[in-house]
């Protein structure tokens, strides 16, 4: 059975990712760093609670010794924690608010990475799917016939673009596990104040279809709920 990590996975996308890879036969550890939030949600569920703060890096290493005490290896991890931070007008921006949400959404996933690396080379077929967006992406929030284009979020992006950047890198680096980028497209969330036109199983497709595609399938891709997009 395909034991799979998922980080950031008490509501929203992370929940719904959650539920669907249960129905699909995994075993899912529901990570979060709220046990109030993520304990509930894991039992409703039928997975696993184990707390993980991204940001923290006792955290990240007493999660991955939970998972090896348990599980033994972990077959999907799925970086999917995220921040948003500061909306509009960049003037007023500080250092400490695009390092609180580089800490989460860049520097999150490689902590989380690094040290979950051990028991995802124990599986026979390894995936790291980061949960990214194409609100990184220079050719949509350059298209003005897209939804990425209207919205101001400078370190939101920032950290996407950094995001997928990261994910090429991983893929480059570690050819015996496939690593892709999803982006769940303009989904209604607590992020944009359930404007999305998606719902939250629709937003999920694209990390699903990576999670479920099984063994075979490239390294190094972009991809959203319809198909393979560029990194541009």
């Keep these: 059975m395909t034991i799979t990590f998922i980080t950031g996975a008490n509501r929203s996308l992370g929940y719904e990712t959650a539920r669907r890879l249960i129905a699909a036969g995994h075993t899912v550890l529901l990570g979060a760093r709220d046990e109030r939030a993520g304990k509930p949600a894991a039992d409703e569920l039928g997975a696993r609670f184990v707390r993980i703060d991204v940001t923290d890096d006792a955290s990240v290493a007493a999660a991955a010794a939970d998972v090896e005490a348990h599980e033994g290896a972990v077959d999907v991890l799925i970086n999917n924690a995220g921040v948003h ?3 509009g007008d960049p003037s007023t921006l500080t250092g ?3 390092l ?3 800490d989460v959404n860049v520097a999150g996933v490689v902590r989380t990475t690094t040290t979950f690396l051990p ?3 124990r599986s026979a077929d390894p995936v790291i799917i980061n949960v990214s967006s194409g609100m990184g992406s220079l050719e949509a929030t350059h298209d003005p016939s897209r939804p990425e284009s209207t ?3 400078p370190v939101y992006t920032a950290s996407k673009a950094a995001l997928t950047m990261l994910t ?3 893929a480059k680096a570690l050819p015996g596990i496939r690593v892709n980028a999803a982006d769940p497209g303009y989904t209604a969330t607590d992020f944009n104040g359930h404007s999305g036109p998606q719902t939250v199983t ?3 497709d694209a990390v699903v279809a990576l999670a479920t595609e099984g063994p075979g399938h490239r390294s190094g891709r972009f991809v959203d709920r319809h198909r393979e997009i560029t990194w541009s």
């Design 119 to 121: 028991l995802l080379r």
């Design 151 to 153: 919205y101001l979020a």
């Design 100 to 102: 609180a949400v580089m």
């Design 96 to 98: 400490a608010d695009v």
């Design 168 to 170: 090429t890198q991983y």
């Design 85 to 87: 931070g500061p909306a």
């Design 202 to 204: 629709e937003g999920t």
